[in-house]
Every structure is written in C-alpha cells, then in structure tokens.
C-alpha cells in the first residue's frame, strides 16, 4: 500500500520522444522488481518493460530499440525514455513496482500519452 506517482505523460508528435518517471510517495526499503505497463481504449493491458533487482531488463517487441528502463536503487524511482514515438504507443501508461515480503504489487494512477498529428 504505497502510493506511487507518475508524470512526464503528454501530447507528442510522431517520431518524438518523451520520458516518464515513477517515484514513490513516501519512505521505502526496496523494490526487487520494477515495471511499465500500458493500456490503449479498447485492449488488454502489457507489459512494456521492467527490470529486476540485479538490473535484467525484458521489453516487449513492440517497444524493443525505441525504450529504455532505467531505475536508481538509492531513490527506488525509475524511469522510461520513449523515442521514436509511434501513434500506436498511444495509451496510458501505468508504472508497477514489488516489494519484498509484500503478496500484491503497487501500482501508479497512470499517466497519459498520447502520439499524434
């Protein structure tokens, strides 16, 4: 039950880029694992990218080459840098953290970004 704040969402044109941030709200021991996830009107929500606690990354094909997931263990925060900005990425975009010894996840209220003309 820790509240994570997202922001860095807005409107973008094709081709551009933009970086979304995640932090926690208050103090926190760790996170062992870190993620993105979005959701487009209309479809299921996936996985976009996360990283664990040794620093393996795994992104979907879909974003693969265009994003980068990056997080700083001292401030438990964590970042995606989105380049090449695609209409289809258009979709709101959630970040997802784990904590040891903690049976459910914590989720940010999302963040919209949307890729258009």
């Known amino acids: 039950q820790v509240q994570l704040v997202e922001s860095g969402g807005g409107l973008v044109q094709p081709g551009g880029s933009l970086r979304l941030s995640c932090a926690p709200s208050g103090n926190i021991d760790s996170f062992y694992r870190m993620a993105w996830y979005r959701q487009a009107p209309g479809k299921q929500r996936e996985l976009i990218a996360e990283v664990t606690t040794g620093g393996v990354t795994n992104y979907a094909d879909s974003v693969k080459g265009r994003f980068t997931i990056s997080r700083d263990k001292a401030k438990n925060t964590m970042s995606l840098q989105m380049n090449d900005l695609k209409p289809e990425d258009t979709a709101v975009y959630y970040c997802?953290?784990?904590?040891?010894?903690?049976?459910?996840?914590?989720w940010g209220q999302g963040t919209q970004v949307t890729v258009s003309s």
């Open positions: 997802n953290a784990n904590r040891p010894y903690r049976a459910k996840s914590d």
